[in-house]
């Protein structure tokens, strides 16, 4: 079992930067690939970024590459999304998530195996 828990969100002007947190307990000595998700009101929860067991690949949706970052510190057991140049369509819970099977480039949206509670970010306009 993994419990992970997000903080770092908040209200933010566009144009402004978060930073999301998400730290991991319980089986972390075990290799997990993690994603960043989202979900909007009346929307439905989509993928924002996902990071390899290592963290040699990163995958981004198309919405946030240039302006969000994912990385990890296995060390620590946490990863990180930095989130830049905020816009107000970027208002979302954002969940963090884990699971055991590596992350590819077709398949980094699909089924984790455990989630965070989520944070919520609002973008003002």
């Known amino acids: 079992q993994v419990q992970l828990v997000e903080t770092g969100g908040g209200l933010v002007q566009a144009g402004g930067s978060l930073r999301l947190s998400c730290a991991a307990s319980?089986?972390?000595?075990?290799?997990?690939?993690m994603g960043w998700f989202r979900q909007a009101p009346g929307k439905e929860r989509e993928s924002v970024a996902a990071?390899?067991?290592?963290?040699?690949?990163?995958y981004y949706a198309d919405s946030v590459k240039g302006r969000f970052t994912i990385s990890r510190d296995n060390a620590k057991a946490m990863v990180f999304l930095q989130m830049n140049s905020l816009k107000p369509e970027d208002t979302a819970v954002y969940y963090c998530?884990?699971?055991?099977?590596?992350?590819?480039?077709?398949?980094?949206?699909?089924?984790?195996?455990?989630w965070g509670q989520g944070t919520q970010v609002t973008v003002s306009s």
């Open positions: 998530a884990a699971r055991s099977k590596n992350v590819y480039a077709n398949d980094y949206g699909g089924s984790y195996d455990y």
């Open positions: 319980g089986r972390t000595s075990d290799s997990y690939a």
């Open positions: 990071i390899s067991w290592s963290g040699g690949r990163r």
